[in-house]
């Protein structure tokens, strides 16, 4: 069974804004201007930020990072207690299954193989579990860092907020409109504020069998 999180290197971040417009006369850029209809190029306010630090330097992401990590662990250590048990159960009947008549050699059969299937079955429902609890959190983190991003751009008078990873669209832009440390700063002292307000990640579910 893996450890930790399965997918922390994924970057569950591609929120990136779109703002088009084309260019017109002047009457009529003044009138798109007036109206909010469209914006030109030379009138735009962008930013961006690093996917990856925003997301594994927010304090919640950091914290149910942490939790899903150590429900893992008491996953694996649940597991390997199970597993142990079948092997010495195994053992035992290897050492004393000739004594055993053949039907009760033949049911004894059975029921390892049927405790074998339900280990098999009880670690895939824990995989299944950390999994789904994963792609919660990734997806918990998506809208909170969304809905920042739309109030930062609004304080902050910026139009366009783009998001940077590696081997994304984005080869190059100055320091000058890197606005990572800015946002992170700004989403955790929201977040801190009051964690009980933010959506906390799927709880343990995985019946114990």
Do not use: H
Not at 37 to 56: F, H, L, Q, R
Not at 155 to 171: F, H, K, P, Q, V
Request: hydrophobic share 35%; aromatic share 10%; net charge negative.
């Amino acid at each position: 069974m893996k450890k930790g999180l399965l997918f922390v290197g994924m970057l569950g971040l591609a929120s990136v804004f779109f703002y088009s417009c084309d260019q017109k006369t002047s009457t009529e850029s003044t009138t798109s201007a007036e109206s909010g209809e469209g914006m030109s190029a030379a009138d735009m306010k962008v930013a961006y930020v690093y996917t990856d630090s925003v997301i594994n330097k927010y304090d919640f992401f950091k914290k149910k990072s942490e939790e899903i990590t150590d429900k893992g662990k008491r996953f694996e250590g649940d597991l390997q207690s199970r597993a142990r048990g079948f092997e010495q159960e195994v053992a035992t009947f290897q050492q004393t299954g000739g004594n055993m008549t053949p039907n009760q050699q033949r049911a004894k059969q059975e029921e390892l193989m049927q405790k074998e299937q339900n280990l098999m079955t009880y670690r895939n429902n824990l995989m299944q579990e950390l999994s789904a609890d994963e792609t919660s959190l990734y997806n918990d983190v998506y809208e909170q860092v969304q809905t920042y991003l739309k109030e930062y751009a609004q304080e902050n008078g910026i139009d366009l907020i783009l998001s940077y990873t590696r081997g994304g669209a984005i080869w190059y832009a100055t320091d000058a409109i890197d606005v990572t440390q800015s946002v992170v700063e700004g989403l955790n002292k929201k977040y801190n504020a009051n964690p009980s307000a933010v959506k906390p990640a799927a709880a343990d579910s995985t019946a114990k069998k």
